[in-house]
Each structure stands twice: as structure tokens, then as C-alpha cells.
């Protein structure tokens, strides 16, 4: 696979959650390389539609010139939190038929050294998914309150040696600023005890996720775009959501059971006011990559896709 590649995870059980009308509507809140997109748009006549959304310059750089071409497809940089506003200006509310959202990072921005993601290459260190956006991660380790950094490696990373890590950055950054990937993997390595070292898992992954998630702000995104998708979905429509963190899927499956039970107050009576009812119907149970698919890509491991469809 060549570094500007990004092997669509659970295909085929999207596109059969999305239920795709070959004249319907469809959202990709998370384009990256265009891996589903492109499966999507397959399965569209001349008069579906397809938006594209990514945050990331590159990604929408890097689109295949086959999408792009395409009048029925329209790629936007912008953020999945800003879906019912994407969706109003296009005069599109409650006319979707199918939402995805494969949340995280793809494979290029993990492999491409200078995005600053991967403790496995050494770059600079920002993590930004949208680089012209926000902090980089180097800037933000030199701000960030010690006790501040303790609660995010611990929320965010679910790290155990979240003190002692977080006492090692705010030690090296006062002789100098942490720049490098590299840097930050090797405080991490030297923070964590011996056995932690010696396990197969990098010392740092659980750091660099926590860092990349407080600086993207991921689950501030994630709760918007939940929320939004219940305004743009038609009845009948779909959500389809991939998480690869139990922080996320947690909060995507949340979610979906709120957004679907109906208020106790209202439970069991014969009538109930609209803005009461249940807006959303859970479809199935999770879905987790099968053998086959985790064997040939190791993102699939920790996918977790979870289906809903707007009532
Ligand atoms: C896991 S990749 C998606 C891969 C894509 N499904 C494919 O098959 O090629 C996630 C992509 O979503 C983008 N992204 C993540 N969160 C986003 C958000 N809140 N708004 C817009 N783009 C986001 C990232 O920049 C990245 O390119």
C-alpha cells in the first residue's frame, strides 16, 4: 500500500447499513481517501448525490480525479460539526438518506511523517487534521497545565502512567520545547515503567491518541455531528458510524439508545407531543470486523460500526 493509500474498513456492512436508493442523498462526513465514497457512488443513478466532507487539506487535495469529475459528487474542507449548516446552504435539510462518519485518522496522515501523528516516524510534532486550524501539538504540550495533561491522557488514553508521563513532559519542556514526534515517543518511553517498555505496544500509542483527540478536539466534534444528524436525516434515512475507541463508540451508542427510547413520562400513554417522540430506531447491534478483514488490515481491529435509522 503506498502512503497515500486508506483501505475503506467495514465496506461492505456500511453500504448495507446505509440501505443506498440509487436516486438518494448521501453524506461521507469523514472523505479521507474517498474509500467508501467511491463505493457509494457506484451505487447511484444520474440523480443521487453524493457530499464529501474532510477536514484535512490533504484529503481533499488527494481526491481521485474520478469522484471529482463526477457532477453528482461535491467535496467540501470543512468540519462534520458544521453539518447542518453544509446541509442548509445546499437547501438539503431532511432530505438525506444515509450518513457515514468513519471517525479517527487515515492511513496517509498516520504515514506521512510530516502530519506529526506517528510515534514510529520521526517529524515535526503537530497532529493537526487541519493543519491551518487550531494548535499543533508541540505548542499545546508547552501550554497545558500539568493536572490538565494528567485528566487527558487519562480520559482521552485511558493511560495508567498518566502522572508520571505528563510529569516527564512538563520536565523536558522547560530545558526545550517538545518539536519532534520522535521526542515526545522517547519522554513517553523513558516515563513508563520497565514491563511497560517491554510490551509489544509502543509505551507512547496511548499518549499520542490522548494528544491527538484533546488537539482535534474529537468528541467535541463527534457529540455535534451526533446531534446534527437527526435535522438533516429524512424519515427512513441512515446513520452509519465507526468508531475505533470505546471513549467513542460509548458515546455513539449513547446516543443512539437516547435518541430512541422515549421519555419516561411519555412511556406507555396514547398520545405523545412530536418534539417527544423517539427521532431515531437502532438497527441491529454493533458490527466488528470479521477475521478475514482484520487479518488483511489491521485498522479493523478496533472498528466498532453502529447503525441507526431516523424515524
Ligand atoms: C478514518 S479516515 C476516513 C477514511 C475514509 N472513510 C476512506 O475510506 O477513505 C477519517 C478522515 O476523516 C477526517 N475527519 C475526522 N474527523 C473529522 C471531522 N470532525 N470533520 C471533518 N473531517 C474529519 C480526517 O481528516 C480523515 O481524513
Do not use: W
Request: hydrophobic fraction near 35%.
Amino acid at each position: 500500500m503506498s502512503s497515500n493509500e486508506h483501505v475503506p474498513v467495514l465496506l461492505g456492512p456500511v453500504l448495507d447499513g446505509l440501505d443506498i436508493k440509487k436516486d438518494g442523498c448521501y453524506v461521507d462526513g469523514t472523505f479521507g481517501r474517498g474509500g467508501h465514497s467511491g463505493e457509494i457512488l457506484k451505487r447511484l443513478n444520474s440523480d443521487g448525490r453524493l457530499i464529501g466532507i474532510d477536514r484535512d487539506p490533504d484529503a481533499i487535495a488527494s481526491a481521485p480525479q474520478s469522484l471529482t469529475d463526477d457532477p453528482r459528487f461535491e467535496l467540501i474542507r470543512g468540519e462534520s460539526a458544521q453539518l447542518k449548516k453544509l446541509i442548509e446552504e445546499r437547501h438539503l435539510n431532511k432530505q438525506v438518506d444515509g450518513l457515514i462518519f468513519d471517525l479517527g485518522v487515515s492511513s496517509p496522515q498516520l504515514d506521512e511523517a510530516h502530519r506529526g501523528f506517528s510515534f514510529l516516524r520521526d517529524g515535526p510534532l503537530d497532529m493537526r487534521m487541519d493543519p491551518d486550524s487550531g494548535t499543533s501539538a508541540s505548542d499545546f504540550l508547552q501550554h497545558v497545565e500539568q493536572k490538565k495533561l494528567i485528566r487527558i491522557l487519562r480520559q482521552f488514553g485511558e493511560e495508567t502512567h498518566a502522572s508520571r508521563i505528563a510529569r516527564a513532559i512538563c520536565d523536558a519542556r522547560v530545558v526545550a520545547p517538545i518539536a519532534s514526534t520522535g521526542q515526545l515517543a522517547a519522554i513517553v518511553e523513558n516515563a513508563v515503567p520497565a514491563k511497560v517498555r517491554a510490551q509489544k505496544k509502543h509505551p507512547a500509542t496511548k499518549t499520542f491518541q490522548a494528544i491527538r483527540i484533546a488537539i482535534n478536539g474529537e468528541l467535541e466534534q463527534l457529540e455535534a455531528l451526533l446531534n446534527q444528524s437527526v435535522d438533516v436525516l429524512k424519515e427512513g434515512g441512515r446513520l452509519c458510524v465507526i468508531s475505533f475507541h470505546s471513549l467513542e463508540d460509548r458515546m455513539v451508542k449513547r446516543f443512539i439508545r437516547n435518541t430512541s427510547s422515549e421519555p419516561e413520562q411519555y412511556r406507555g400513554m396514547p398520545t405523545m407531543p412530536d418534539e417527544f417522540r423517539p427521532k431515531l430506531k437502532a438497527i441491529g447491534k454493533v458490527i466488528v470486523a470479521n477475521d478475514e478483514e482484520t487479518t488483511s488490515n489491521r485498522r479493523a481491529r478496533s472498528a466498532r460500526l453502529r447503525i441507526a435509522e431516523r424515524t
